[in-house]
């Protein structure tokens, strides 16, 4: 795309996650202190109405409506008016994938209530043609806790009046199902025989008139008005009338005792209520991943987004709003399409606004240059990073050493494909059908194709599917798909193809066809429009089936290092060499100069810090080894048995020691009993959360509780600080040392992400230490009052020597990131266009060094960022050692702006340019 004018890039952004306990009104206090950092713009999670008590804002139920609980509309303009005097402009979080539903969302309760005679029913993505006859015309709800018959017989349904809107409801305690008005004429006509008061007459014309529904004359809208405006009577009759609404209430109650006809009522319904565990294998509407209350939206149909993003559009026209993030982007039909469309509702021809996109791309896959927009949200860059700190030297001895302690040999491969297929046939079975009842739709259509079956198609597809190798291709109307897609295809199909062993694999060669859009072309034989349709719902069920069997399964099951367990990371891609992070900043330099560059976000597994600490352990593998065992054999006596096995297993307690590493509160004293339990209530949800999410000895939809139980027990007693506890002590010691180097690990990541091409952002409170484990963790409140104090202090006093000296406060890194956002404050053409130039030192420790060049007219920018600490500084208490290791500078005299030094070019030892601070930032004078 053509990039946004630099005057309207952001400089550095600062996400905020806003909820009913943090609000706009919370933001707007804090919003002098950001802007007194040195970000430009303010990036806000989704602000529409969501679901009442919701944390992160995504289950929106009115795209256009601003959240009440947040403060709604006049507290979004009070921040607004706040942001704007400061100089800061906001981006904001959309959802156009999909929506919250329930008794909530009026347009899916009205869907339910009507079936596709409303005109709701065009949002949202449901599968009315369906195989089982059952669900013909129907939506699936899997919202009983029991099968449909049990539910019926033992009472649980039953049938209430809402006196207010005059609606007859199904009720399952507090779900609430609609009952159609074409049936109002059985429920209350009994209540004529009830009711002998002075409303008689209007109640004996209301039973006619819902009577006259079932022969209406006029159009699928009319039937519906004219329904709504009976209800309004209804209401207005019982509201002024206790007798007619008790009447009316028992012969309600007393339908609902005959389980039979209530069952007969329910199943003349446009939806069929079910057991929820029938909604894997069976439910006919597309979800966010398998999230039953979070539907689909059918938002490439052109009303439906203009309607969807009216507010946006005008937030954006009033210029409150300068950017926009764009969530779950491959859950679209056609996301650059998508993308297309808003930037030319929202943005202007010389002027594209500022878009970035929720996109996971695998290590070699690249975002296509043709889509309107700046980047991702920096999932990409954050393993890019993060790369550089793991010790590729150590991957042999670690590996041996997991395999070792877990009894796993597993290759990771394999796992994945495992995982994958398990998602496919579980989470995922009733997409899966779908999709398969598509295809084989098509391929009937065709003498050529039409004798695959069902069932091979179906396994054709999930093992398709569970090979592809990134998250999805992109076939569109207009576009064929790139050459990396038909690469992507091409291998994908090999690899199944090999998977099904000795078999006939035509129905793979028909799929890769498919995918390709070989199928649409007009002499294809196929219906164009069928095809492509196929191969689009093949697009939006390859994403989910990767995140979930990627992220939300193989990364719970494989523990090697869990600085590798990232979103957007891969296990396989051990390693990043200095060459590598060279080569990807000059590529996006080059293409998307205004990307986004994330560390931490609300949903990243563990905070950046805690990533760093994790890090670390790569380059002291055989001590790592050492205290692990030893700390096995210290917490022997918590470790529990389940089904003849130990509780935790090997592989939850390596977790469990990894993921205490990364969170483990520097201020932490062993004998602060309440601060130690306090934390073992925080490692417990995480722990909880990688069991169930890894699906092998517990899972969200089937809890093993005594497992469960051993796991809280096992971690309440290895951080049991109320009596000697020399796992603790141990722990607290390594925990000194690993803490310095992490730390130390964190200082040059957070300096190259200030500094390489791309958009920064701060994930709130991650300018100081940001050690979160997994979300909920990550969003706990934020201590802004001890951050400002921090900042003030700062101001007045910034030695070098003295900060390192408190480095556990997180005193360095706020340092670091203030200095760094101020320059980008000043200098903002450097960072959005400036030349990158890789510098190359020389020496024993040249490899240790990740050094650059950012340059334009106006200024010449030197950054220095050392990696590997652990061989540099094994005691952090020492000075590094940098051996011979120098660099050459570019001739003349430069200030660090991190210690306040001057520093002549030419060539220089590395240990002097980094005596004062561990990582340098130097400016030519």
């Not at 995504?58 to 256009?64: A, G, R, T």
């Not at 560390?599 to 810090?609: I, N, P, Q, S, V």
């Not at 306040?900 to 130097?922: H, T, Y």
Request: a negative charge; aromatic letters at 8%; charged letters at 25%.
């Amino acid at each position: 795309m053509k990039a946004p004018q630099s005057a309207q890039l952001p400089r550095a952004t600062y996400r905020l996650q806003l909820h009913k306990d943090f609000t706009f009104d919370d933001a707007i206090e804090v919003l002098p202190y950001i802007a007194d950092l040195g970000v430009s713009h303010l990036y806000l999670s989704p602000i529409m109405a969501a679901r009442p008590g919701s944390t992160h804002g995504y289950d929106v139920i009115d795209h256009n409506r601003v959240n009440p609980e947040l403060g709604g509309e006049e507290g979004f303009d009070r921040l607004c008016a706040k942001a704007q005097s400061l100089g800061l402009g906001i981006i904001l979080d959309l959802v156009p994938n999909h929506v919250g539903v329930g008794a909530d969302n009026a347009a899916w309760m009205e869907m339910l209530e009507w079936g596709q005679r409303s005109a709701k029913a065009g949002m949202f993505d449901v599968d009315w043609n369906s195989s089982r006859r059952n669900l013909q015309g129907k939506v699936l709800l899997p919202v009983l806790g029991a099968p449909f018959g049990i539910v019926l017989e033992q009472g649980e349904l039953t049938l209430r009046l809402d006196a207010q809107a005059g609606q007859i409801d199904a009720w399952y305690y507090e779900t609430r199902l609609p009952v159609s008005p074409l049936d109002y004429l059985a429920l209350l006509e009994p209540s004529l025989k009830r009711y002998t008061g002075e409303h008689a007459r209007e109640l004996a014309n209301l039973v006619r008139d819902f009577e006259a529904l079932s022969t209406h004359q006029g159009s699928d809208q009319s039937l519906i008005d004219t329904a709504r405006g009976l209800k309004s009577r209804l209401a207005e009759a019982v509201r002024t009338d206790a007798e007619l609404a008790a009447a009316i209430a028992s012969t309600l109650a007393e339908f609902s005792k005959d389980w039979r006809a209530l069952g007969e009522l329910l199943d003349r319904q446009a939806y069929r209520a079910a057991y929820w565990r029938v909604s894997a294998d069976e439910i006919n509407y597309r979800r966010f991943f398998d999230i039953n209350d979070l539907a689909g939206l059918r938002v490439e149909r052109e009303a439906l987004f203009a309607s969807m993003h009216e507010r946006v559009f005008e937030f954006v026209a009033q210029g409150k709003v300068q950017g926009l993030r764009i969530d779950h982007v491959d859950g679209l039909l056609d996301p650059r399409e998508y993308a297309e469309r808003l930037q030319a509702a929202a943005g202007k021809p010389d002027a594209p606004i500022y878009i970035v996109i929720e996109k996971i791309l695998a290590p070699h896959e690249s975002l296509p240059e043709s889509w309107p927009v700046a980047g991702t949200t920096g999932y990409d860059t954050l393993n890019l990073v993060g790369g550089l700190f793991i010790d590729p030297a150590s991957e042999r001895a670690l590996s041996l050493l997991y395999r070792r302690y877990t009894r796993r040999d597993e290759d990771f491969d394999s796992l994945l494909v495992r995982s994958k297929l398990q998602i496919l046939q579980e989470s995922l079975a009733s997409e899966v059908g779908v999709l398969a009842n598509a295809v084989q739709t098509l391929s009937a259509s065709d003498w050529h194709s039409r004798d695959f079956t069902y069932a091979g198609i179906r396994r054709a597809l999930e093992s398709l599917i569970a090979h592809f190798p990134v998250y999805r291709p992109y076939l569109d109307r207009r576009l064929a798909p790139s050459a990396a897609d038909l690469r992507v295809i091409d291998w994908a199909v090999g690899r199944a193809k090999k998977a099904a062993g000795a078999v006939d694999t035509s129905v793979f060669d028909f799929l890769g066809k498919l995918l390709k859009g070989e199928l649409c072309a007009p002499d294809s034989g196929y219906d164009a429009e069928l095809a492509l349709r196929a191969a689009q719902r093949f697009q939006q069920l390859s994403g989910p089936a990767m995140a979930k069997g990627l992220e939300d399964t193989s990364f719970y099951r494989h523990f090697r290092l869990l600085a590798h367990n990232e979103v957007g990371g891969d296990p396989r891609r051990y390693a990043v060499t200095v060459s590598a992070f060279h080569r990807a900043n000059e590529e996006r330099l080059r293409k998307f100069p205004a990307d986004m560059l994330g560390a931490t976000t609300h949903d990243t597994k563990r905070g950046e810090d805690a990533r760093m600490r994790i890090a670390a352990l790569s380059g002291m593998t055989a001590e790592w080894g050492r205290r692990v065992s030893a700390w096995t054999r210290a917490n022997r006596r918590w470790v529990g048995e389940h089904e003849g096995e130990a509780a935790p297993d090997r592989n939850h307690q390596y977790y469990f020691y990894q993921t205490l590493v990364g969170a483990w509160p520097m201020e932490l004293r062993v004998d602060d009993v309440d601060g130690a339990a306090a934390l073992a209530e925080r490692v417990i949800e995480a722990m909880l959360k990688a069991v169930r999410e890894g699906k092998e000895r517990s899972s969200w939809t089937n809890q093993v509780a005594a497992y469960e139980d051993a796991v809280r027990s096992f971690v309440r007693g290895a951080l049991d600080a109320s009596k000697p506890n020399a796992f603790l002590l141990d722990f607290a010691e390594f925990m000194q040392r690993v803490g310095a180097l992490g730390a130390l690990n964190s200082l040059s990541q957070t300096l190259l992400r200030l500094t390489m091409p791309g958009v920064p952002d701060l994930y709130q409170g991650s300018e100081s230490w940001q050690l979160s484990m997994v979300d909920p963790d990550n969003r706990r409140p934020v201590d802004y009052a001890r951050l400002r104090e921090q900042l003030a202090e700062l101001r007045k006093e910034s030695n070098p020597a003295a900060l390192m000296q408190r480095w556990a406060d997180g005193l360095p890194k706020l340092h670091l990131v203030q200095r760094v956002l101020e320059l980008r404050r000043r200098k903002p053409l450097l960072f959005a266009a400036g030349v990158y130039r890789p510098l190359a030192a020389q020496g024993e420790r040249a490899d240790h060094l990740v050094a650059y060049a950012r340059e334009d007219d106006s200024a010449q920018l030197l950054v220095l960022a050392p990696r590997l600490w652990p061989a540099l500084q094994p005691d952090p208490a020492q000075p590094a050692d940098w051996r011979d290791t120098q660099l050459m500078l570019p001739n003349g005299q430069y200030r660090d702006l991190l210690s306040d030094r001057v520093v002549n070019g030419g060539a220089r030892n590395v240990s002097e340019l980094l005596s004062a601070f561990p990582v340098a930032l130097l400016l030519r004078a």
